[in-house]
């Protein structure tokens, strides 16, 4: 099966930047469309960010756009999260998600996929 793992959290100050990143392995990463949910304590997870197997499509929720980026690098199976502006309320565990749909880059993606463990933002005011 597919194995995905997030780095890249912490905690920093409102304003600031990060870069979450998220490595898979076990399976074809271009096979995938790929993306990114998060979870704040006692809510339920929100889609962020999706991006298809070649990042001919793109796909952002409300709240992110214009402040994150979604990208991927199929060389090194790995998907990334560029986090910028950051405001308390993007404080959330941030997991990563695949899809076998490829082509797919929307909010239902990972519905029939695989996910990480998720990493930890925490954004301070």
């Known amino acids: 099966q597919m194995q995905l793992v997030e780095h890249g959290g912490g905690l920093v100050q409102a304003g600031d930047s990060l870069r979450l990143s998220c490595t898979a392995s076990g399976r074809t990463f271009s096979d995938y469309a790929m993306g990114w949910h998060r979870q704040a304590p006692g809510e339920k997870r929100e889609f962020v960010a999706a991006?298809?197997?070649?990042?001919?499509?793109?796909f952002y929720a409300d709240s992110v756009k214009g402040r994150f980026s979604i990208s991927r690098d199929n060389t090194k199976n790995t998907l990334y999260l560029q986090m910028n502006s950051l405001q308390p309320e993007d404080t959330a565990v941030y997991y990563c998600a695949a899809d076998p749909y490829r082509d797919y880059a929307g909010p239902r993606l990972g519905d029939s996929g695989f996910w990480g463990q998720g990493t930890q933002v925490t954004v301070s005011s």
């Open positions: 991006i298809s197997w070649n990042s001919g499509s793109k």
